[in-house]
């Protein structure tokens, strides 16, 4: 089975594998001991707001590295990597709206893009799951966490401004104190939770309705877990109304050559 070969594959090999289009799903549980994550591209003149943007909201925009301008490589995270095809799926935004969803981006690509690659909180789903912290994404062949905007307002910089997007992961009540402590050691993957229980609190009135992925109901021992989310951007770019920000498509990770052990602190 493919998942079954990725999920021991390096992070290069799975990026052949989605370039080549043999991949084309969610990248969750792929690539263990390797650090998936989120993506960001605008325009050159928008490049050094966003930059500092990521810099004042560290903990949904763990910056891991920026491209040159029209540059599709990510030569730290990835050498050898091209940024318009090693991703599943990507989604385009102009003006504040979603305008669609595409499976590459080379025809989009222009000489004034910059790439912003930031830690992703699918990279600790290996350490959780080894510690016996269950996964209720991973059971699933295409497994997706519960996404949302909240009232928490990110730190504006230059044109971005908006509000932080968190995932939800139901954890066991009696791990929920560990959880967050093996968490806290990965700062690089939005280290550990935000918020602990009812999502009113934050904004999220109905945990049904997601904004994005798909929304998994705590068992009666599991507790509604946190954890801030890199598809802030995406919310970041509706709310600015920047002309253009390119992404991933939820759950459709860049997965980088770096190692867990190597962003451990």
């Not at 263990?32 to 560290?58: G, H, K, T």
């Not at 507790?223 to 920047?242: H, K, L």
Request: proline residues 7%.
């Amino acid at each position: 089975m493919l998942r079954e070969q990725l999920s021991n594959a390096t992070g290069k090999q799975v990026r052949k594998a989605i370039r080549e289009r043999e991949w084309t799903r969610t990248t969750h549980g792929l690539a263990r001991s390797y650090v998936q994550a989120n993506l960001a591209i605008v325009p050159e003149q928008y490049a050094f707001d966003f930059l500092r943007f990521c810099q004042r909201n560290p903990k949904p925009c763990p910056l891991l590295e920026v491209s040159d301008p029209g540059n599709p490589e990510m030569p730290i995270t990835a050498p050898g990597s091209d940024i318009r095809t090693d991703l599943p799926g990507y989604r385009v935004y102009r003006n504040g709206a979603l305008i669609e969803e595409v499976p590459r981006i080379e025809h989009l690509w222009r000489k004034d893009h910059v790439s912003f690659i930031l830690g992703c909180s699918l990279s600790f789903d290996e350490i959780l799951t080894d510690e016996g912290i269950a996964q209720q994404h991973l059971k699933e062949e295409n497994g997706r966490i519960a996404v949302y905007k909240t009232n928490i307002e990110c730190q504006p910089a230059g044109v971005f401004k908006g509000p932080m997007v968190v995932g939800m992961r139901p954890i066991a009540r009696k791990d929920v104190a560990r959880a967050i402590e093996i968490t806290s050691h990965y700062p690089l993957a939005h280290g550990g939770p935000v918020h602990v229980g009812d999502g009113r609190d934050i904004g999220i009135n109905d945990a049904t309705k997601v904004d994005w992925g798909r929304y998994t109901p705590p068992s009666e021992d599991e507790i509604e877990v946190y954890w801030a989310c890199g598809v802030t951007p995406q919310a970041i770019a509706m709310a600015s109304g920047i002309p253009e920000m390119i992404t991933h498509s939820a759950g459709h990770m860049f997965v980088t050559d770096i190692k867990l052990s190597a962003i451990r602190t």
